[in-house]
C-alpha cells in the first residue's frame, strides 16, 4: 500500500509539473509573439503582423463587416530628423502615433508600414466616418505634444480607401495602392500649399 501512494504521488506531482510547465511555455509564446509583432519605436504592430491583421480583416470584409483603411505619411519627418536629430524625429513618430491611439478606439488597428509611413484598419466603419476621426487628429496633434515638438508643426498626409470585393485574388494590394496613391496626392497638395 505504501509503494502504490508514493507512485500516485509521484503521478501526481509529475502531472502538476508538467501542466506548470506547459502554461509557462505557452505565456513565454504569447509574450513572444507580442514581441516579434510589434513595432520597436511605437509598440503598435509591425508590418508583417498588421497586414496579416488586414488580410483577415479583408475575410470578415467579405462576410458583410465594413472595413476602411487609412494610409498615413508623415509630413516633413526628413526636415526634421536633419535639423533636430532623429530623437526628435522619434519623438515626433511616437507623439503622432499615441495621439492616433488616443483618439481612436481600441478595435481599430494602427500598423507601422515603415519609416515615416502607417495604416490604420477601421473595422465596420464608413470612408465618412474615418475621416471624421483622421481630420479630428490632424486638428488636435497641436495642442498637446512634448516641448521638444513646440517648433515643428505636426501633420501628416492621408489616403483612406475601402476594399473592391469584385477584385478577388487581389484585394488587399489593390487596397494598398488606393489608400498610397490618396495619400500622395494629399501630401502633393499640402507641399503645394506650403
Partial sequence: M??????S????????YLVIQILSQKKKSRVLIDVVSKDELTGILNRQFGLQYLKEAIERNKEGEALTICYIDINN????????????????ICHIVNHLKKVMSPEFK????????????FPNLSETTVRTIIEAVQQTMNQEKPDLLNQITVSFSYGIAQPDLQLEN?????????????MYEYKRKFKEST
Fill in 110 to 121: 494602427i500598423i507601422r508600414m515603415g519609416g515615416d509611413e502607417f495604416l490604420t484598419v
Fill in 77 to 92: 519627418l526628413k526636415y526634421v530628423n536633419d535639423n533636430f536629430g532623429h530623437d526628435v524625429g522619434d519623438l515626433l
Fill in 2 to 7: 505504501g509503494t502504490v501512494l508514493i507512485a
Fill in 9 to 16: 504521488i509521484s503521478i501526481v506531482a509529475l502531472g502538476i
Fill in 170 to 182: 487581389s484585394v488587399l494590394e489593390a487596397m494598398l495602392q488606393t489608400a498610397d496613391h490618396k
